[in-house]
């Protein structure tokens, strides 16, 4: 049960923020907008996404520690330690972003979203829609 | 940007689903109950879930097809074929499933959670919290 799986990147994001220190903790305090450029190799995937729409990007928090289990939650060191499975932390043993954003263009294999904050670089491993209930 | 990463399960699932044919497309759809067993080397990550929370379950599709990048929605030929970044279809490029359940007992580093429609074996590869909004 504990064979590894490979990811294999679908795109990377465009965005001004470039270190942990600077960019906001969750995009929805003040990400700046964010280009989500796919390989052409996925372009039949995209295509029914839609302006206005909003959607999950799962990306991978590729600066991450992926031995860390216990952190002080926003980097706080006043907030008690917590598993890291109750928190947004980006160290953790598999660094998966799950990013809510919305769709405010599309052009081409080239998407551009509100309220993402990962990172200039950070790699995409999938889109999802957001279905009834934020589920 | 297309280097791999490995995904590295920290537990798995046990369900009495045991094939796409019988499970149900989303959880809420009437899934079981089911059981995270978790890897007793992520035990510390775990100690802040508590009951009657509701978390995102990260899981790796194993049976998934990897390039397969439009799909008849719900595998029901009638719905018009679909790029997969618009559907939550088992078969995409990086086969992340995100399940958002309901936690109803822990036991150790067992948890059992209600509407997880995720086969048996299928491997956990992390669990965050829901924040506002449903994010």
């Known amino acids: 049960m504990t064979t590894p799986y490979e990811i294999r990147p679908i ?10 220190e600077t960019a906001p903790k969750q995009g929805f305090e ?3 907008d964010a280009w989500l450029v796919f ?3 996925v372009a039949e995937g ?6 206005g729409a909003d959607v999950f990007v799962l990306t991978w928090l590729h600066q991450s520690q992926r031995d860390v289990l216990a952190v002080h939650p926003r980097d706080d060191p006043r907030n008690p330690e917590t598993g890291v499975f109750s928190t947004r932390s980006q160290d953790r043993p ?3 972003g799950l990013h809510r954003v ?3 263009a599309i052009e081409g294999p080239r998407v551009l979203v509100r309220d993402l904050e990962a990172f200039d670089g950070t790699p995409i491993v999938d889109v999802k829609p957001v279905l009834a ?3």
Chains 1, 2 share one sequence.
């Open 94 to 96: 598999n660094p998966i």
């Open 39 to 41: 390989n052409p190799g």
């Open 102 to 104: 919305h769709i405010a």
């Open 11 to 20: 795109g990377y994001v465009r965005s001004p923020l470039v270190d942990r």
């Open 46 to 51: 995209l295509r029914d996404l839609a302006v």
């Open 30 to 32: 003040g990400a700046p």
């Open 133 to 135: 209930g934020g589920r």
